[in-house]
Nanobody, 133 residues
Framework: QVELVESGGGSVQPGDSLELSCVLSGGPFSDFDLAWFRQSPEKEREFVAAISWTGAKIYYGDTVKGRANISRDNAKASVFLQINAMKPEDTAMYIC??????????????????????????WGQGTQVTVSA
């Protein structure tokens, strides 16, 4: 059974940068597409970023485009999300998600499906990020 564990959350000030990590266990990491979503009490769960199993396809949500970078390290079975120029509206629980991606049939096969939560078969518990002065 695939499990995801996020880390790296915390409290930062506006303008700071933050890097989140997510470790996958229970399956061959290199076969999986990975994504980050976020959720705050007053908003629906929102797509943040996704990276395909090969790393060749990367997509970002509109609210972080130009400020975020998603990457993966297969040797560490980890996916990373860095967000620069943090804003108070970035405050949320950041949640890692995954689905099998081999042969480009997974959730990150194109931009449309990468945004669809139902495409992802396993989710982490999340790590809280708070941005305030």
């Amino acid at each position: 059974q695939v499990e995801l564990v996020e880390s790296g959350g915390g409290s930062v000030q506006p303008g700071d940068s933050l890097e989140l990590s997510c470790v996958l266990s229970g399956g061959p990491f290199s076969d999986f597409d990975l994504a980050w979503f976020r959720q705050s009490p007053e908003k629906e769960r929102e797509f943040v970023a996704a990276i395909s199993w090969t790393g060749a396809k990367i997509y970002y949500g509109d609210t972080v485009k130009g400020r975020a970078n998603i990457s993966r390290d297969n040797a560490k079975a980890s996916v990373f999300l860095q967000i620069n120029a943090m804003k108070p509206e970035d405050t949320a629980m950041y949640i890692c998600a995954t689905g099998l991606g081999i042969n480009d049939r997974g959730p990150v096969r194109d931009a449309y499906w990468a945004h669809q939560q139902r495409q992802y078969k396993a989710w982490g518990q999340g790590t809280q990020v708070t941005v305030s002065a």
